[in-house]
C-alpha cells in the first residue's frame, strides 16, 4: 500500500526557535496533502490543505503566518512552526492522497515538544 | 458543514466479547468513510474504507458498514482482543475535506 513517512518523529524545541516537519509520499504522487494537529485525548484537527504548486487552503483559527505549509512537489510537504510556544507542543500528522484516489494515507506523525 | 459523532466515546469490553462502534454524520453527500485505530501517541492505521456506493466491508474479525442515506456506519469487532485496545476514529470525506470523528476509546480486558 501507499506509504507516508514524517520527519522527525519527535523534536524538542526551545521557545522561540522553529520547527520544520517533512511530510513524504514513498511510492506514489500526492497531489493533496493535509495537516492536522492532536492535542492529548482528542481527535485531529485538520489544520489546512495542500495542492501541489498551490497555496494552502487553512482552516479558521489557524494562523498561516505561524503554521507556513509548503507543498513544493508531489511527494513532499513542510510545515514549519515559526516562533514556537509551549502550546504549541502537540502531535501533528500529516496525510496524502493521490490524484482520484480518494483514500488518505497516514504518516506516523511527529511530536513537538516546545518547552 | 459535515459533523461527525461517535459513540461511545469509551467502552470497555472482557476478552473475547463481540463490539460494536457507531459513528454518524450530518451529511450524506460523501465519498467515502474510512475507520481508523490509533494508539497512544502513535499515529493512524487505517483499517477499512468504505466507498458511498457499499454498503459494507470487511477486514478479518472487523467488519464496517454503511447507512449513507441515514448518515451512519458501524465497526463490528468481532471475539475481541487485549490488542485490540486502542481508539478507534471514523472519518468522511465529502470530496476533498476529510472530517473526523471525536473517537471512542477501546479497552478490552484479559
Given at each position: 500500500?501507499?506509504?507516508?513517512?514524517?520527519?522527525?518523529?519527535?523534536?524538542?524545541?526551545?521557545?522561540?526557535?522553529?520547527?520544520?516537519?517533512?511530510?513524504?509520499?514513498?511510492?506514489?504522487?500526492?497531489?493533496?496533502?493535509?495537516?492536522?494537529?492532536?492535542?492529548?485525548?482528542?481527535?485531529?484537527?485538520?489544520?489546512?490543505?495542500?495542492?501541489?504548486?498551490?497555496?494552502?487552503?487553512?482552516?479558521?483559527?489557524?494562523?498561516?503566518?505561524?503554521?507556513?505549509?509548503?507543498?513544493?512537489?508531489?511527494?513532499?510537504?513542510?510545515?514549519?512552526?515559526?516562533?514556537?510556544?509551549?502550546?504549541?507542543?502537540?502531535?501533528?500528522?500529516?496525510?496524502?492522497?493521490?490524484?482520484?484516489?480518494?483514500?488518505?494515507?497516514?504518516?506516523?506523525?511527529?511530536?513537538?515538544?516546545?518547552? | 458543514?459535515?459533523?461527525?459523532?461517535?459513540?461511545?466515546a469509551a467502552l470497555s469490553?472482557?476478552?473475547?466479547?463481540?463490539?460494536?462502534?457507531?459513528?454518524s454524520f450530518t451529511d450524506?453527500?460523501?465519498?467515502?468513510?474510512?475507520?481508523?485505530?490509533?494508539?497512544?501517541?502513535?499515529?493512524?492505521?487505517?483499517?477499512?474504507?468504505?466507498?458511498?456506493?457499499?454498503?459494507?466491508?470487511?477486514?478479518?474479525?472487523?467488519?464496517?458498514?454503511?447507512?449513507?442515506?441515514?448518515?451512519?456506519?458501524?465497526?463490528?469487532?468481532?471475539?475481541?482482543?487485549?490488542?485490540?485496545?486502542?481508539?478507534?476514529?471514523?472519518?468522511?470525506?465529502?470530496?476533498?475535506?476529510?472530517?473526523?470523528?471525536?473517537?471512542?476509546?477501546?479497552?478490552?480486558?484479559?
Open positions: 500500500g501507499a506509504v507516508v513517512s514524517q520527519h522527525p518523529s519527535r523534536v524538542i524545541c526551545k521557545s522561540g526557535t522553529s520547527v520544520k516537519i517533512e511530510c513524504r509520499s514513498l511510492d506514489f504522487q500526492a497531489t493533496t496533502m493535509f495537516w492536522y494537529r492532536q492535542f492529548p485525548k482528542q481527535s485531529l484537527m485538520l489544520m489546512a490543505t495542500s495542492n501541489e504548486g498551490s497555496k494552502a487552503t487553512y482552516e479558521q483559527g489557524v494562523e498561516k503566518d505561524k503554521f507556513l505549509i509548503n507543498h513544493a512537489s508531489l511527494t513532499l510537504s513542510t510545515l514549519t512552526v515559526t516562533s514556537a510556544h509551549p502550546e504549541d507542543s502537540s502531535f501533528y500528522i500529516c496525510s496524502a492522497t493521490g490524484q482520484g484516489d480518494y483514500e488518505q494515507y497516514f504518516g506516523p506523525g511527529t511530536r513537538l515538544t516546545v518547552t | 458543514k459535515q459533523e461527525v459523532t461517535q459513540i461511545p469490553v472482557p476478552e473475547g466479547e463481540n463490539l460494536v462502534l457507531n459513528c450524506s453527500a460523501i465519498y467515502n468513510l474510512q475507520w481508523f485505530r490509533q494508539d497512544p501517541g502513535k499515529g493512524l492505521t487505517s483499517l477499512l474504507l468504505i466507498q458511498s456506493s457499499q454498503r459494507e466491508q470487511t477486514s478479518g474479525r472487523l467488519n464496517a458498514s454503511l447507512d449513507k442515506s441515514s448518515g451512519r456506519s458501524t465497526l463490528y469487532i468481532a471475539a475481541s482482543q487485549p490488542g485490540d485496545s486502542a481508539t478507534y476514529l471514523c472519518a468522511v470525506n465529502t470530496g476533498n475535506q476529510f472530517y473526523f470523528g471525536t473517537g471512542t476509546s477501546l479497552t478490552v480486558i484479559p
